[in-house]
């Protein structure tokens, strides 16, 4: 019997709770992390890939909710924990990075007070000795000169820094899982490979499996060993991360590789238009019947538009979910 | 720091100015009922109204007239009272106390109860608290404070008989009590309103969501990182508050029969003491604009984005 | 839901009142003035006279009926001074910004610093008291918050296209501000002249309570609290029926403020004071 793995998410349902009925902003979500892995969700604003996040955080407010599947952490089911339990694990076990890094920190509180809370939250320190460890913290995340930089307010600090307190926050207590939800979407394009390269090289050292989660498949794909792809409340894909771009099974993943700037390689053939998928992803209470896909999709035959696709599994432990697939 | 108090301090310099011309404007340039008759059929008799003549200087021209008011503001000189005279700086001095006393009283009941009652509601949006505190809220704003006053006059000195229907006292707490709540019901509501409002918005913050993925509990959320941003949106009601008090207990000063500005004030009015009537207004303004000027600096020193922006 | 009963309370009680205040003439008991009859003096509230009589004996029920006139017209007629004066204000230092926008800005500050119920209360001391000058005195002094947020909504309309559309066309500017401009502001400057409205009756029956605003024996609620008071040991329904009618009066257009709020002006959460 083999142990279960870190994360496993398993039919996972979130509900957007309407005034007289209920809509799946998620539904029949599935896919395992291990420990240590890197794991990626890709997906177009509004496919649900950031409240998947929450969920697994437990974080999702009204009128979002979980609706039914399971959410385990080594092999144990969290969704139904109650409050304070789940709270216990929020930070210790599975942390968290968000977008926005400006809004993500409190204003009217100095860096260090905000990494400290981690210490005294989950590890009774006192506020003294857990000042002393923030410090230490920002110095990992190669913040310079640390000793002052603790007494700063975010507003004082660039994007960079500030997404860099985040990590240090996140990572504080060594958590199992890092959740990170967008960490570099609104980060200068020069700062956003060094985060990049600090959270995968931070947690490969404390073996801290992570979560990407981004609309920039590149970027997933390059530092996720797996990848799934999120459409519409569904994931559509996954697979290994140099599988899917060689061998993209679902349209819409084909699409999003074939929309990718290349270097090298193609390339090499001149400037080829990036290509598009036309049209935009449907709201939540207006998802299409079948395949949802199918309004954008070119190969969309009267099966697509009638029957939703069942998940077909891959070679290796990957599923597509299409009629037409490969 | 300093630099930016003192340009804070500044700024209302020219505020000051402005109002100093309009009393200045509204009782010595055009004073007519007020020298001739009132309509209420007090005729003023030709020596009062030569006397008065005299004194505001009526005969000289506009500007000479509006320098010398001025000349003597600097100097700290409000006049002579018609009624009393003495120096109006005197008369206001008696006044400023209990004024305060009854402002700050007010003010004191209005933040004790109004800002937990917006907390509370927020903390539980829709609930049955949340709906009683904005009941609350929204009839203290359409209260009548005199009849507020009255009521509570009846009810509690009258037929009651717990705390004293009017007067000053010897200055003790029974008195203020119903003189404080009547004046502070408003405030009280409006900062009801303000706090929740302020801090629903708060919780919808994307840092509270962090606070909250750090595994705190609620309570650690509130006291931790929603209370003091909170508190930064509703310093700016309890000081605009707090600095029309004193304009606002002229009512209530004057149900109480409380010896304070504002019944100098309407007293005035009526024995057509000019400069009282100017004195106590423009103390009442200034009193406005130093909380304000206060409220401004305390944002300095509480909110750091302001402190080193 | 809770937009719907700010709404329907606030729409009914104003509508009462402004029933009560138009139909006067006709649902009145007695003439409100002339009627006193001190056989009558001081009999409490019951089937005879609904609200009972005070002391000279004149119909409570009937005095109220007419002190809605009162107060409705101080309410109306100051809002819309204040409305014409803030609006014309924001709108053109909005617009043309400069000088003149500091001028108002400066005059803006300066009535925010005088407490309004001082400044009207200054006026009227000057101007006597009457009806007359109790729309002057309110009807001038309570503008600064439609000229902000005019000056503000101008501000952030101004660089939009179809200003700038219309400027290329040569449309005049004051054309602009009234045809292009204000009518995309209009729910805002509703929503504050009707709370407004409900400042002004309660300033008005202030002003009254302490003899300086509608003076006895015309039926202002203010003035009638204000004979009552002495009255309150021996006929305290005196005091109970017109601080009712005020009460109720200012709730209902606060709660209709509120409500209209919701509607017309969604984004406004942080001027919600």
Not at chain 2, 119 to 128: D, N, Q, T, V, Y
Not at chain 2, 221 to 246: D, E, K, P, Y
Not at chain 3, 24 to 44: F, S
Request: neutral net charge; hydrophobic residues 50%; aromatic residues 6%.
């Amino acid at each position: 019997m083999s142990a279960p793995p870190l994360l496993e998410v398993e039919n996972l349902r979130i509900d957007l709770l309407g005034d007289d009925r209920r809509h799946a902003a998620v539904e029949g979500v599935s896919f395992r992390i291990g420990r240590g892995e890197t794991f990626g969700l890709v997906g177009e604003s509004g496919c649900g890939k950031s409240i998947t996040a929450l969920s697994i955080m437990g974080l999702l407010r009204h009128p979002l909710a979980i609706g039914g599947g399971a959410i385990r952490l080594e092999g144990q089911e969290i969704q139904s924990l109650p409050p304070g339990q789940i709270r216990r694990l929020r930070g210790s076990r599975i942390a968290m990075i968000f977008q926005e890094p400006m809004t993500a920190l409190n204003p009217l509180s100095p860096v260090g007070r905000q990494i400290a809370e981690m210490f005294v939250l989950h590890q009774g320190a006192g506020w003294s000795e857990a000042g002393d460890r923030a410090v230490e913290a920002l110095r990992q995340v190669r913040v310079p000169s640390p000793e002052r930089r603790v007494k700063d307010y975010p507003h004082q600090l660039s994007g960079g820094m500030r997404q860099r307190v985040m990590i240090a926050i996140a990572l504080a207590c060594g958590p199992d899982l890092l959740v990170a939800d967008e960490p570099t979407t609104a980060l200068d394009v020069t700062v956003q490979a060094e985060i990049v390269d600090l959270m995968r090289e931070l947690c490969a050292a404390n073996g801290t499996a992570i979560l990407m989660i981004s609309h920039d498949l590149g970027l997933v794909a390059n530092i996720c060993r797996r990848v799934a792809v999120m459409y519409a409340g569904r994931v559509v894909e996954e697979q290994a991360a140099d599988a899917i771009f060689r061998q993209p099974q679902h349209p819409y993943t084909q699409g999003l590789v074939a929309s990718l700037p290349l270097l090298g390689g193609r390339a090499a053939h001149g400037r080829r238009r990036l290509a598009e998928i036309a049209g935009t992803v449907p709201a939540i209470s207006a998802y299409p019947a079948g395949c949802r896909f199918n309004p954008r999709c070119d190969r969309a035959t009267d099966v697509c538009r009638v029957e939703d696709p069942a998940a077909t599994p891959l070679g290796d432990g990957g599923l597509v979910r299409c009629h037409h697939h490969g | 720091m300093p630099l930016l108090i003192l340009r804070r301090l500044g700024n209302t310099v020219p505020t000051i100015v402005a109002v100093v011309l309009v009393i200045f404007t509204l009782f010595s340039v055009i004073p007519g009922s007020f020298t001739s008759a009132g309509d209420d059929g007090r005729v003023l008799d030709a020596q009062v109204a030569e006397r008065m003549r005299k004194e505001l200087g009526l005969d000289d021209p506009l500007h000479v007239r509006f320098g010398s008011y001025v000349a003597n503001l600097v100097q700290g000189d409000l006049g002579t009272s018609f009624r009393t005279r003495e120096p109006v700086t005197k008369v206001i001095a008696q006044r400023l106390w209990p004024s305060l006393k009854l402002t700050i009283a007010a003010m004191g009941f209005a933040i004790l109860v109004g800002v937990p009652l917006g907390f509370i509601a927020a903390l539980r949006p829709g609930s049955l608290i949340d709906m009683a505190s904005m009941v609350v809220a929204i009839s203290g704003l359409s209260l009548p404070k005199f009849w507020l006053g009255l009521m509570l006059m009846y009810l509690f000195a009258l037929t009651l008989g717990w705390l004293p229907s009017f007067g000053y006292g010897d200055g003790g707490l029974r008195h203020l009590i119903l003189p404080a709540v009547a004046l502070g019901v408003s405030p009280m509501a409006l900062l009801a309103r303000t706090t929740r409002a302020g801090v629903l918005d708060v919780l919808n913050a994307d840092f509270v969501r962090t606070a909250r993925s750090k595994g705190m509990s609620e309570y650690r959320v509130v006291r931790w990182h929603v209370v003091r941003n909170a508190l930064v949106l509703v310093l700016t009601t309890i000081g605009l508050q707090f600095g029309s008090l004193m304009g606002q207990a002229v009512v209530v000063e004057k149900l109480f029969s409380w010896p304070g500005l504002g019944s100098l004030l309407v007293d005035s009015v009526f024995q057509r003491d000019i400069p009282t009537v100017q004195g106590s207004i423009l103390v009442i303004v200034l009193f406005f604009l130093a909380i304000n000027t206060l409220v401004d600096i305390a944002y300095v020193i509480i909110d750091p984005r302001i402190r080193y922006g | 839901m809770k937009l719907r009963a700010n709404l329907l309370i606030g729409g009914a009680l104003v509508t009462v009142a402004v029933v009560v205040g138009v139909l006067a003439p006709w649902i009145a008991h007695t003439d409100p003035v002339l009627d006193a009859n001190l056989m009558n003096a001081e009999i409490p509230p019951g089937s005879e006279f609904l609200f009972g009589t005070d002391g000279q004996g004149r119909d409570i029920y009937s005095r109220i009926v007419y002190g809605a006139q009162i107060s409705l017209t101080v309410g109306i007629i100051s809002q819309i001074a204040n409305s014409i004066i803030g609006v014309t204000l924001g709108l053109t230092a909005g617009y043309w910004g400069g000088w003149w926008d500091d001028f108002v800005g400066l005059v803006t500050n300066l009535m925010l610093a005088i407490p309004s119920l001082i400044f009207a209360l200054a006026i009227m001391a000057i101007l006597g008291p009457g009806l007359t000058s109790l729309l002057i005195a309110l009807g001038l002094t309570n503008w600064s918050y439609s000229c902000r947020i005019t000056r503000a909504q101008v501000l952030s309309l101004k660089s939009q296209g179809y200003v700038q559309a219309a400027r290329i066309l040569g449309y005049g500017d004051f054309r602009i501000m009234f045809t292009q401009l204000l009518p995309n502001m209009i729910g805002p400057i509703i929503v504050i002249a009707t709370l407004g409205m409900g400042a002004a009756i309660l300033a008005e029956a202030s002003l009254s309570f302490l003899g300086l605003g509608i003076r006895p024996p015309f039926p202002s609620w203010g003035s009638m609290l204000s004979e009552a008071r002495d009255q309150i040991t021996t006929a305290p329904w005196l005091s109970v029926f017109p601080g009712l009618a005020i009460f109720l009066t200012v709730l209902g257009l606060n709660l209709l403020g509120d409500g209209l709020r919701d509607i017309l002006d969604p984004q406004s959460r942080e001027r919600r004071a």
